[in-house]
C-alpha cells in the first residue's frame, strides 16, 4: 500500500513497500505489484520518468513509468508517457551486450510502463551521489575499459542509422559484480539525418556540443564525437578539461581534447576515428 505525507509546499515524500521517493503530488503505484516488490527507486530524473526496482521471486526487474506527477520534470505527464512510447524501437533496433536489456512494455495505472532486466550497477551520475562516488573511485584502467565499451556501443549506435541524444553521466552503469559497463536512459536517440528543432536540446550541457544549442543545427556523428570527449574528461578528470588534472598519458589528453573541439571541423570525423586515436582497432 502507497503511503505519503506532505514534505513541503512543493513535494511530498511518498512510500512504496517501505521505499521513499519523491513527487510532486500523491499517485497510485499499487498497480507496481504485478511485477514484484519494489526494493529501489529513482525519482531523480527530469524526463518525467521515475524507476523502480522490483524483485519476483528469484527475478528482479527495471520499471521505467512515465505518468506519475515527478518532481523535477520538465515536461507534462502526458509528454512523458508519448516520449518513452517512443523509445520502443530505439531499445530494439540498439540492442547491443552493453545495452540494458529491454523485456516488454504496456498501458498500465493510467500512464505507460517499459519493463528491462535488472542490473546490480552502480550508476556514474552526480544526482546519485554514493553510486557516483563508488563509481569514480573504480581503478584507472577499470575506467579505461568503461570509456571503450562506451565508444564501441556509440560505433554500433552510427552503424545502425542513429545519433545519440541526451547521452550523459547518468546513462553509464558499472556492474561490479561481473565487471560490466551497461547503457541506459537511451531515449532521446534519434533516426539520422536529423536537425536541431528546438535550440537547446534535451541532456547535461556539460556533455552537449555546441549545435546542440543551435536551431536547425545538424545533428550527427560529429556532434557525438564531443559527448564521447565529454565522458573521458567526465570518467578520467572529474570533468575538469585542463592538462593538469588529465591522469593518462598526454597524448590520449590531445585526443579527448581534440574531441570537444567547439568546431566541428577540429574534432575527429567519426567514433570510429576516434577510437582509432585513442590505440583501439574499432
Not at 516520449?83 to 524501437?89: A, E
Not at 552503424?159 to 553521466?169: C, I, L, R
Request: net charge negative.
Amino acid at each position: 500500500m502507497d503511503i505519503f505525507k506532505r514534505f513541503a509546499k512543493d513535494f511530498y515524500i511518498q512510500y512504496i513497500d517501505g521505499v521513499p521517493f519523491r513527487l510532486k503530488a500523491p499517485f497510485e503505484f499499487s498497480f507496481l505489484s504485478k511485477y514484484g516488490r519494489v526494493f529501489k527507486v529513482f525519482d531523480a530524473q527530469d524526463s518525467g520518468n521515475i524507476c523502480f526496482g522490483v524483485k519476483k521471486e528469484e527475478k528482479s526487474f527495471f520499471i521505467k513509468f512515465a505518468g506519475a506527477p515527478t518532481e523535477r520534470a520538465s515536461v507534462s505527464a502526458g509528454e512523458a508517457i508519448a516520449n518513452l512510447k517512443r523509445t520502443l524501437p530505439i531499445y530494439k533496433d540498439l540492442a547491443h551486450p552493453t545495452l540494458i536489456r529491454y523485456i516488454g512494455s504496456e498501458e498500465i495505472g493510467g500512464g505507460f510502463a517499459m519493463v528491462f532486466d535488472w542490473v546490480d550497477a552502480e550508476c556514474m551520475g552526480r544526482m546519485y551521489p554514493l553510486s557516483h562516488r563508488k563509481f569514480m573511485a573504480m581503478p584507472l584502467e577499470t575506467r579505461i575499459g568503461v570509456f571503450e565499451e562506451i565508444l564501441a556501443f556509440h560505433i554500433h549506435t552510427a552503424a545502425q542509422g542513429y545519433v545519440a541524444v541526451d547521452f550523459y553521466d547518468g546513462s553509464i552503469l558499472y556492474d561490479f559484480s561481473n565487471g560490466k559497463t551497461v547503457i541506459c536512459d537511451i531515449d532521446f536517440y534519434t533516426k539520422m539525418p536529423y536537425t536541431n528543432p528546438v535550440g537547446r536540446l534535451w541532456g547535461s550541457s556539460l556533455f552537449m556540443s555546441p549545435e546542440e544549442f543551435q536551431l536547425g543545427a545538424v545533428i550527427d556523428e560529429v556532434t557525438n564525437i564531443y559527448t564521447m570527449g565529454a565522458v573521458a574528461f567526465a570518467l578520467f578528470a572529474e570533468y575538469d578539461r585542463s592538462p593538469e588534472s588529465w591522469p593518462l598519458d598526454q597524448k590520449l589528453y590531445e585526443v579527448v581534447k581534440k574531441a570537444v573541439s567547439d568546431e566541428r571541423e577540429g574534432r575527429q570525423q567519426s567514433i570510429r576515428q576516434l577510437m582509432e586515436e585513442w590505440g583501439l582497432k574499432p
